[in-house]
């Protein structure tokens, strides 16, 4: 089973995209969670996540107010509703199936299985 993140592409400063995570295969115990991304000659980051047991979301300070984490559990798809894009946004987007919350902001510690990310690039 592998996490395909997908949505990714090239927009202007302020504008809008929706991206999402299913997984392929045999899905029935693989339940995206997270999201995290990863500008270039940077360290992976963690986005936003929404928990399994009360769908409590958490973000990142720097996305706060722009980006929305929601699920549909029938289709187990993760989405990520970023709005008000900005440059320092660009990075690759991956999903995944656990988050570590500390002080209400989402971190990727121990995560080691990433699948397939998307890219988001904001530029004029």
């Known amino acids: 089973v592998q996490l395909q993140a997908s949505g990714g592409g090239l927009v202007q400063p302020g504008g809008s995209l929706r991206l999402s995570c299913a997984p392929s295969g045999l899905t029935s115990d693989y339940h995206p969670i997270g999201w995290f991304r990863q500008a270039p000659g940077k360290e992976r980051e963690g986005v936003s996540c929404i928990m399994s047991v009360d769908g409590k979301t958490y973000y990142a300070d720097s996305v706060k107010g722009r980006f929305t984490v929601s699920r549909d559990n029938a289709k187990n798809t993760l989405y990520l509703q970023m709005n008000s894009l900005k440059p320092e946004d660009t990075a690759v987007y991956y999903c995944?199936?656990?988050?570590?919350?500390?002080?209400?902001?989402?971190?990727?510690?121990?995560?080691?299985?990433w699948g397939k990310g998307t890219q988001v690039t904001v530029s004029s």
């Open positions: 995944a199936t656990a988050c570590t919350v500390i002080g209400g902001s989402p971190f990727d510690y121990g995560i080691h299985d």
